[in-house]
């Protein structure tokens, strides 16, 4: 993509005010001005601008998709600027920023490049030299790419833009692959780059290496070199055919000696070609040494070159066509020698250093005698010169030579001088004759050239230079002789050994090709020839089984169109059934009728807008199935749940962590249950269990509050409720109890007040009558026990003296008040043996009132399963066997030991798996044919039609056909290979390339055997072939006569260019000079540029940081939110049971308001033993 305005310098004024108008409607990035559009590319549009805070122009690539419409895109343009921030290099282009614009759009802003592009440049025309700084220059931005794992894959001219001072650089990563990355946005298989440019591995759709980037490089040499692309074609799949399998074209003559280099850049196969591009420079510099070079390096100041540039290059096209534009070449060639020495005066004007001028004085201001000596002086100066050696172009203006051309300036005709300038043209001469002799013609012929600028008409020198160039252009001549001959040896043995292998392999028209391509380069091979034999006679015995196998397949045709016939009516009757099967709601029996339908005619309309019809219908009712099974998935783990949670004893608490919580979530998801209903069941048995205990250990306080955490669970459960009233029962018995027990004390305390009172009145009797009432009442008092000693040894004593009277009264009350006691405890006894009997018969009526009920719910029980068994039956003769499990199940919960719904839910079971198999099965086969279709779509992209083996569109059709034998799509696919082989071959036979056609016509044969017109085209390239062979003999002939004259204008072009070469190098050292200069002023801005970027990518990553921090911060927000609202509705639900736990309460608390009556048992009574209760039924282990 150029970053160059595409319009004239005219019309820039109405462009710029044309994109300022698009700007402020389309466009606002914040910090930059944006002046006019400069171009589009594939995935961005380019547009001019300045960068406010510098005040410098940049280039805005503005991606041209929304940032949320295409991820593949937005991927790579985002990719684009990762690599361009991590490549800094003098050749590849600067990022400055990164960003989204106001109307979310992507952007970078990269360097603006004002000096056009390589491609424009090409058509202009360029000098050898700008051609070897470039690809020098691209080759090491390529190399400082590579070094970091970074692959271009669209090396191109129009890629390759120029800075204003003319320095190369590489643009548009917008394709490139990071070699490490694991998630490269391109998989093998999809072709990345120019068709024009590409790899061989790119155009059959393999993974980019950094070779492929090196053979890109190798493309655009050429091109730089030729001046033309290096293959041509009508469209890009005839390009790629070309890149894959046409030999590398040869250089003009003037760079022969570049074709090796040349041919292991541009190798087919990868590994053949340079590991990296430092081997590639180093094999450059070794061809082009650096110091026969004329242009300033890559890095330098490229301005200078543009008119030379331009001149050498229009003059090198115009010589293509030398023999009808003589007269111009000639009138162009004067024009270009005038301006380049009116641009050498010049540039002489303006050097920095004066010309050192040797010490004499102007001829004008010499005397005759002054001349003269001068004369006698340097004479003898040239002659002692001469002696030591030192001849001409030694060392400057130190020789022989020299000094007598100062002699010719002084006095032009002098003899001596003359003689001088022969005698040095001798010695030349003689050391010519040395090196030739020695064989070393290259070193003859320097001293020869170096004897002829002494003096030009020296005869003997110019014959032997004569004869030097004679034996140099017999010695290339036989060098190229003998290249030829080799390499048309190894080119004839490698079309034997694949003519060989394809021989073996059956391929008896490509092996034929490759026989005749052989012969072409040798034509009296004996191998070929007897091969070529062998294969005929194949052909011959090929085309006889070919005939019969024609007659076989007609008749095949005919036994098929009956048998498509009957499919159709048979499709027509299976599409009746499945209609029905529709309409009845029974979608897979519809769905298995449309399959058999489909299998007899696979592309039968109806069938095929009935099968979508029914998968709908049928996904629905999955979707609602797989709904039902989730739900049934979150119930048995909440069931799972409340098992652990009542393993562990949390049958209540901790709040929304216990086995109730569990419970009652799966009664939300299912309000029926059974499990969930007896799990809270369980829950309130267990309470009960410890009611009781805590009961039967006395501590009523704890059973009733743990009678109260069961009703909680289950608010009516009988024994719980029956339990409450017990332990209320026993807690007011309790109460009542301690109150008799205070009363008998305190009745106790005040007869022994009064027994003390009447002791020490000396009233004994009546006070031991008041301790033995006080002792009825607490027998076991001690103040009144130890009174009543007292009492009684004060009474015997007294008894000693009236021992009779007082013995008789006391023995008559003694009996009477033992009489008296034993009538009232048999009273008490009775009344306990009647209050017991009445109780035990109160529990029985219970009991059996309760048994009753039991056998009852039992019954009810099992006539609504036997309900859910005749709709379970008649779901599943409907043919709805999920429906019918469902039922099954609801009577199985209640009546789990049913043994009719038992068998019917193997059954049921059995059939839904044999669906879903055959489902499975019919699923299965169509993903295979999808994916195999898709394949097969990307091997045709690729242009993997037939190769490689296994892995090629032809082989993944052929196995959709195995599949389903009848799939449109995949013969549709065939005759779409088999005709574009056709259209490749009909392309390469209006091109001439016969042997490629018939290539191309036997690949498409073996896809449609029976294609008609490859068939009829095959006869026709074989004709048209045999023509062929003997105009390329003819050819080859004129090819001959060219060469020779090729080499003699390359000859005269080796001249012309030496003399170039040497008019340039005054120049070269002062742009050096200037380069360096640049060079340190270009690694200064790139530091400041760096350090820029540094603080740039600082603050984009602070925003970046401070962008995550603020979605965490929502993110908290939102989950904060959320938690509040779970805690309010836990909170809602926990109020409903608090309320509902509180009705309860009350309804309780109104019960014991009502106490039943009940009589007051006599103070010295103890409790009547208490039944023992009733074992709670137990759920689990505790």
């Known amino acids: 993509m150029s970053f160059q305005p595409s319009s004239m310098d005219d019309s820039s004024e109405a462009n710029e005010s044309d994109g300022r108008l698009r700007r402020q409607q389309f466009l606002q990035i914040p910090g930059y001005e944006i002046h006019y559009k400069i171009g589009s590319g594939g995935m961005a549009t380019v547009y001019r601008a300045s960068q406010r ?27 684009e600027g990762r690599i361009l921030a991590q490549l800094l290099h003098a050749n590849i282009v600067t990022i400055y920023d990164v960003g989204i614009s106001e109307d979310k759009k992507l952007f970078l802003s990269i360097e603006y490049l004002t000096g056009g592009t390589l491609a424009d440049r090409i058509k202009l025309g360029l000098s050898f030299d700008s051609a070897i700084q470039i690809v020098k220059a691209i080759a090491s931005a390529l190399g400082y790419a590579h070094e970091r794992g970074i692959v271009h894959r669209d090396v191109k001219p129009s890629n390759i833009m120029f800075r204003h001072n003319g320095t190369p650089v590489l643009t548009d990563f917008g394709v490139a692959r990071v070699v490490e990355s694991k998630t490269a946005h391109t998989m093998e298989g999809l072709t990345v780059g120019s068709p024009g440019y590409m790899s061989p591995e790119q155009a059959m759709g393999e993974s980019a290496t950094l070779q492929s980037d090196l053979y890109s490089l190798g493309v655009v040499f050429y091109e730089m070199l030729a001046g033309q ?17 046409s030999p590398i074209p040869k250089l003009p003559q003037q760079y022969a000696y570049l074709q090796p280099v040349l041919n292991k850049l541009l190798a087919k196969k990868s590994a053949d070609r340079y590991r990296n591009t430092r081997e590639f420079l180093d094999a450059l510099d070794v061809v082009v040494p650096s110091d026969t070079e004329t242009q300033p390096k890559a890095t330098g100041n490229f301005e ?8 050498t290059g229009k003059f090198r096209s115009l010589l293509a066509n030398r023999k009808s534009r003589l007269p111009i070449v000639i009138t162009i060639f004067g024009i270009i020698v005038l301006l380049v020495v009116i641009f050498y005066m010049l540039s002489r004007k303006f050097t920095d250093q004066p010309e050192i001028r040797p010490a004499v004085k102007p001829i004008d201001s010499l005397e005759p005698a002054q001349r003269i000596q001068q004369v006698a002086t340097l004479l003898k100066l040239a002659e002692a010169q001469r002696r030591i050696g030192l001849l001409a172009g030694d060392s400057k203006e130190d020789n022989a030579e020299a000094t007598y051309r100062q002699v010719l300036t002084l006095e032009s005709e002098n ?81 034997l050994e694949q003519a060989r292998s394809d021989f073996q392999e059956g391929l008896l028209e490509v092996s034929l090709v490759h026989i005749e391509q052989g012969l072409l380069a040798v034509p009296d091979h004996p191998d070929l020839l007897t091969l070529r034999e062998q294969v005929k006679a194949r052909l011959v015995e090929q085309q006889r089984q070919a005939a019969a196998e024609q007659r076989r397949r007609e008749e095949e045709a005919r036994r098929q169109a009956e048998e498509a016939k009957r499919r159709q009516q048979e499709a027509g009757r299976y599409l009746a059934q499945a209609v029905e099967a529709q309409r009845k709601g029974e979608y897979a029996a519809s769905g298995s009728l449309i399959e058999k339908g489909l299998d007899a005619v696979p592309n039968h309309v109806e069938l095929l807008r009935l099968r979508e019809t029914v998968r709908a219908q049928l996904v629905e009712e999955q979707r609602r199935q797989a709904e039902q099974a989730k739900r049934e998935q979150d119930i048995k783990t909440l069931l799972q749940q409340a098992e652990v949670h009542w393993r562990a004893k949390r049958l209540t608490a901790p709040a929304g962590n216990n086995a109730e919580a569990a419970y009652r979530q799966v009664l939300k998801l299912d309000e029926r249950n059974t499990e969930a209903q007896a799990g809270l069941e369980r829950i309130a048995g267990e309470y ?10 006395g501590a009523l306080q704890e059973s009733l509050g743990l009678i109260d955490q069961g009703l909680a669970v289950v608010p009516d459960q009988k024994e719980l409720l029956r339990l409450r ?49 006080g002792l009825l009442a607490v027998p076991d008092q001690p103040d009144l026990l130890a009174l009543r000693e007292q009492v009684k040894a004060q009474i015997a004593e007294q008894a000693r003296q009236q021992a009779e009277v007082i013995k008789r009264q006391q023995e008559e009350g003694a009996r009477r008040q033992a009489a008296e006691v034993e009538r009232q405890r048999a009273e008490q006894a009775r009344q306990q043996a009647e209050a017991l009997k009445r109780q035990q018969e109160e529990e029985a009526r219970r009991q059996a009132a309760e048994a009753e009920q039991r056998k009852v719910e039992q019954a009810q029980r099992r006539q609504e399963a036997d309900q859910w068994l005749v709709r379970a039956v008649e779901l599943r003769r409907k043919g709805d066997p999920a429906a019918s499990l469902q039922q099954i199940d609801k009577g199985l919960a209640l009546a789990p030991d049913h043994e009719g719904l038992t068998r019917l839910r193997q059954e049921v079971n059995a059939e839904i798996a044999a669906q879903q198999r055959q489902q499975a099965e019919r699923e299965q086969r169509e993903r295979e044919i999808a994916s195999l279709l898709e394949q097969a779509d990307t091997h045709v992209q690729a242009w993997r039609l037939t190769t490689p083996a296994g892995n090629n569109a032809q082989e993944t059709y052929q196995q959709v056909l195995k599949l389903d034998a009848g799939n449109a799509q995949a013969q549709a696919g065939l005759k ?76 005269q072009d080796q001249q012309r260019q030496e003399q170039q070469k040497q008019d340039q190098q005054r120049k070269l050292e002062q742009q050096r000079q200037e380069a360096q200069r640049l060079d340190q002023q270009r690694k200064l801005e790139q530091q400041r540029q760096e350090q820029r970027r540094l603080e740039q990518q600082q603050r984009l990553d602070q925003q970046r940081k401070l962008e995550q921090q603020r979605q ?8 904060r939110r959320w938690e509040r609202q779970q805690e309010k509705q836990r909170l809602l639900e926990q109020r409903k049971l608090e309320q509902q736990r509180q009705e309860q309460q009350r309804k309780l608390e109104q019960q014991r308001k009502e106490p039943p009556p009940r009589k007051e048992p006599p103070p010295e009574l103890k409790p009547p033993p208490q039944s023992e209760p009733t074992k709670p039924r137990v759920f689990g282990t505790f």
Do not use: C
Not at 421 to 427: G, K, N, P, R
Not at 461 to 468: E, G, Y
Not at 688 to 697: D, G, I, M, P
């Open 53 to 79: 805070s510098l005040g410098r122009d940049v280039a805005i690539k503005v991606l041209r998709w929304e940032s949320d419409d295409d991820d593949q895109f937005v991927q790579r343009f985002k990719k």
């Open 229 to 245: 692309r290096l293959y041509q074609a009508e469209n890009p799949i005839s390009v790629a055919m070309k890149h894959l399998h």
């Open 304 to 311: 200078d070159l543009g008119l030379l540039e331009f001149t």
């Open 415 to 495: 003899a001596q001088a003359l003689a001088g300038l022969e005698t040095v043209a001798d010695e030349y001469a003689r050391r010519a004759r040395q090196q030739l002799a020695a064989n070393a013609l290259p070193e003859g012929l320097k001293q020869i050239e170096l004897g002829l600028a002494a003096f030009p008409q020296h005869r003997e020198l110019l014959r032997l230079r004569q004869d030097v160039e004679g034996r140099m252009t017999a010695i290339r001549l036989q060098k190229a002789r003998e290249e030829e001959q080799r390499r048309s040896q190894l080119q004839a043995e490698q079309f």
């Open 688 to 697: 009960l269990q410890q009611a009781r205990q805590r009961q039967s250990a």
């Open 725 to 773: 009233q017990e332990v209320e029962h026993g807690i007011a018995e309790a109460k009542a109890r301690q109150e008799r027990e205070a009363t008998r004390r305190l009745q106790a305390e005040q007869f022994l007040a009064q027994a003390r009172s009447r002791f020490k009145e000396g009233a004994l009797e009546i006070s031991l009558a008041h301790i033995e009432q």
């Open 976 to 1051: 779409r290979i088999a005709e574009g082989y056709l259209q490749l071959a009909q392309k390469r036979r209006a091109a001439g390339a016969l042997q490629d056609s018939l290539t191309f016509i036997e690949k498409g044969l073996e896809v449609v055997p029976k294609h008609a017109e490859l068939l009829r085209l095959r006869e026709t390239v074989r004709a048209e072939e045999s023509a062929a062979q003997q105009r390329q003999e003819q050819q080859r002939q004129e090819q001959q006569k060219q060469d020779q004259q090729r080499q003699e204008q390359q000859k």
């Open 1112 to 1119: 965490e911060q929502r993110r908290l927000d939102q989950q």
